[in-house]
């Protein structure tokens, strides 16, 4: 134990030091902002602090929740950066063209046309940026086609878009419409333009865009084959590990009784039963927000004819339902948290349910508060900056104003204090699993403090440097930490039934922890491959973002093993679907976070795929299955607890457990992958801006499949109504005890 222990500092140390350091060479060799953009003739586009008003134009709108950059956003309005870039470029082309041939350049010989592309190249690729100055000088060419795009964004925010779900007035002063133009130019700018005494430019030649010579770099292609091999031979590796490990690990003795029964509730661990009930309700609030988000895409503003737009524009619902998903996950965790620690201890310190009551007040407010900043601000409701403190910073995952982002960071650290006070004590204690402990207060506080980088940025931060602090969070925060507290709680969960011993869980949840962070702390780099980032983002990110599939592969023998244990005395038939919810947690695993992670997390892979349906693909079945499943597991196992005899209605939940988890697939196999591979093919052959553009999004074919998700949704729908109508009846009514007979004969799990 001692040695997996050092094992898993060593890693947490040595990986933190290693992204710590491509953090500084991220800050460093970020894009630069310029101070002005002139072109040649003296005509000034864009002035003094121009680009980063137009960033935060776009973030009070709702930033990546319409549209994206970089490809980090929505997946209805286009990726900004794309679009800009293939204007510009057209723009130019037919310029030139008009003027010394009277003819489009689509038109031209494939011989004129090719001198024509190798010229818009030259002029696209040069680094004209001047760090002295701090100004971007452009040919008056490049200024024209500025103020061609200007007039088109102009048209799109002001009078609305259908086919981008963007609701009319959006954004409609002249001013602020030319600061947005100026952050889409400079971030197309940063795409193009090669770095200083290099080939490629600031964001690794992406997005997809043959015109101006955006095709993939040698390190993409080759730091992807590195990754591949990479991940064969780990999974080579670990299959030896593990068989050796299961032999040493094998043996339990389960007690003829539910340890539970009898034992009485503490007033913290009642006090956690609103938690649930708030879970439920914010869980069929998210579903409703997805329905809603789901069908802007066929419908643009309209709902079924309903004008909805004008009240819920597209930006709102999709920023609810994706801050929705966090917030009820993040609740359940929290609440399944708090109902253990006085398992720890075996007592509960004084005043707990007042901090446990505190805790629940804080989080609706954060919740409630959020919600409605972010549509005030996305309704221009909020002067000013006020749009940052209260409203929308349009970062997607972390929307929420930046005094809900403080209040709630307040809120994990007293979940933090409660669940420390409980877990402390029990250190001194003996007969209890002092490693199992000290993992759970390491991953409670890796939960709890790992939320802090969401602080580290302001209002007027570059846009590498925030991505960099957002995928700390939404990387670090959801894939990291709470992987491993996921681990640790199931693994305390099984040792407080008995079903396995204290210390093979302990040992189990420190080794898997161990395995989860070598690749899961060092692979958040893994989203930053074209965000203004080096090459050696890149490639660090691609070699870790492989390590962090290989224990994934592993959880089928975990699911088997759950199973087993659930048969291996009658009073665990009690726990059946709760058990049946931690296998489907470990089926995503493999499918969502797994398969469909690393179909997208290849540099050369990615390259084509970001912010195509096959992100959403790996973000419902990462997101929800993994995380949400994990949570409505976690709340089954809560309920269970708080009266372990009563009688449940298993035919409900049994239906609600097949219904969720087969509407999903349905989902993702009848719409999504469909669209997202679909996308791909259009992104290679033509380019990515053709993938996003709504040419080919609305096309019969594509909106089709758009409206084939409305299957998996509605049977998604019809099960999650059925397990929270479940979870609420038990927590609001009395129910039937049930009588579980004990069979005298022990029966070894490994027998069943």
Request: net charge neutral; glycine share 10%; hydrophobic share 50%.
């Amino acid at each position: 134990m001692k040695k997996l222990w050092i094992l898993l500092i060593a890693i947490f140390i040595g990986s933190f030091a290693i992204l710590g350091w491509v953090g500084v060479e991220i800050f460093r060799q970020a894009p630069p902002i310029p101070r002005e953009v002139v072109t040649s003739d003296g005509k000034v586009l864009v002035a003094d602090e121009q680009v980063m008003d137009g960033q935060n134009v776009w973030q009070a709108m709702g930033g990546m929740q319409v549209g994206s950059i970089w490809g980090h956003g929505s997946y209805v309005a286009p990726d900004w950066t794309a679009d800009y870039l293939h204007r510009e470029a057209l723009f130019i082309l037919n310029d030139w063209t008009a003027g010394q041939y009277g003819k489009d350049g689509a038109a031209l010989p494939a011989d004129q046309r090719a001198i024509m592309l190798a010229r818009l190249q030259e002029l696209m690729r040069k680094n004209t940026y001047d760090e002295v100055t701090g100004r971007i000088t452009l040919d008056p060419v490049r200024g024209r086609a500025f103020e061609d795009n200007l007039k088109h964004y102009t048209s799109i925010f002001s009078n609305g878009s259908a086919e981008y779900a963007i609701q009319r007035g959006a954004q409609s002063d002249p001013e602020k419409l030319r600061d947005l133009t100026s952050f889409f130019f400079w971030t197309s700018w940063a795409s193009a333009a090669n770095r200083p005494n290099n080939d490629i430019s600031y964001t690794s030649n992406f997005p997809s865009e043959p015109l101006v010579g955006n095709v993939p770099t040698s390190s993409s292609i080759i730091w992807t084959g590195v990754s591949v091999i990479l991940l064969i031979g780990s999974i080579g590796g670990m299959v030896w590990f593990y068989a050796g490990w299961h032999k040493e690990t094998e043996g339990r003795d389960t007690p003829d009784e539910d340890p539970l029964v009898g034992a009485k509730l503490t007033p913290s661990q009642r006090a956690t039963v609103k938690y649930f009930l708030i879970v439920s309700l914010l869980f069929l609030l998210q579903i409703a927000m997805g329905i809603v988000t789901a069908h802007y895409g066929v419908e643009g503003g309209g709902f079924y004819g309903i004008p909805l737009d004008q009240w819920l524009p597209y930006v709102v619902s999709r920023t609810w339902h994706t801050q929705l998903g966090i917030f009820w996950i993040a609740t359940a965790w929290l609440a399944a948290g708090l109902f253990i620690a006085p398992y720890i201890c075996g007592y509960e310190p004084k005043w707990q349910r007042a901090g446990v009551n505190v805790l629940f007040g804080a989080l609706l407010v954060v919740v409630l508060g959020s919600m409605a900043g972010q549509w005030l601000s996305v309704m221009h409701m909020l002067p000013g900056d006020l749009w940052f403190w209260f409203g929308h910073q349009g970062w997607e995952y972390v929307d929420l104003g930046r005094v809900w982002q403080a209040a709630l960071f307040v809120g994990l650290l007293l979940w933090l204090f409660l669940i420390a006070r409980s877990a402390i004590p029990a250190l001194k204690q003996k007969g209890t699993s002092k490693s199992l402990i000290l993992l759970y207060l390491g991953t409670t506080a890796g939960i709890a403090l790992f939320y802090s980088p969401g602080l580290f940025w302001g209002m007027r931060s570059h846009l590498t440097v925030v991505e960099y602090w957002r995928w700390w969070v939404v990387h670090l925060w959801v894939e990291g930490f709470f992987e491993v507290f996921a681990t640790v709680v199931i693994a305390f969960l099984f040792a407080k039934l008995k079903v396995i011993r204290a210390d093979h869980a302990a040992y189990a949840a420190l080794l898997s922890g161990a395995i989860y962070l070598s690749g899961g702390i060092i692979g958040t780099l893994h989203h930053l491959y074209f965000a203004g980032t080096p090459t050696v983002a890149l490639a660090f990110g691609s070699v870790f973002s492989a390590l962090e599939i290989v224990p994934l592969v592993f959880v089928g023998y975990e699911a088997l093993e759950n199973i087993r244990h659930s048969r291996a005395r009658p009073w665990l038939a009690q726990y059946k679907w709760v058990v049946y919810f931690f296998v489907a947690v470990a089926f995503w695993n493999l499918l969502g976070a797994g398969v469909f992670g690393f179909m997208i997390n290849p540099p050369i892979a990615l390259y084509y795929m970001q912010g195509l349906n096959t992100t959403a693909v790996h973000a419902h079945g990462a997101l929800y299955g993994v995380y949400g499943t994990l949570g409505l597991a976690l709340t089954l196992f809560c309920l269970r607890a708080m009266d372990p005899n009563r009688k449940w209605n298993t035919k409900l939940l049994g239906f609600a457990f097949w219904a969720i988890n087969i509407g999903m697939l349905m989902e993702i196999f009848l719409s999504l992958l469909p669209i997202g591979l679909l996308q791909t093919y259009q992104s290679i052959s033509v380019g990515y801006w053709s993938a996003r553009s709504p040419e080919f999004m609305q096309t019969a074919l594509m909106q089709n499949l758009r409206w084939m998700r409305m299957v998996g949704d509605t049977v998604f729908a019809i099960g999650a109504v059925a397990w929270v109508w479940f979870a609420i009846k038990l927590m609001v009514t009395k129910g039937k005890k049930e009588e579980f007979v004990v069979e005298p004969a022990i029966v070894p799990a490994e027998a069943v």
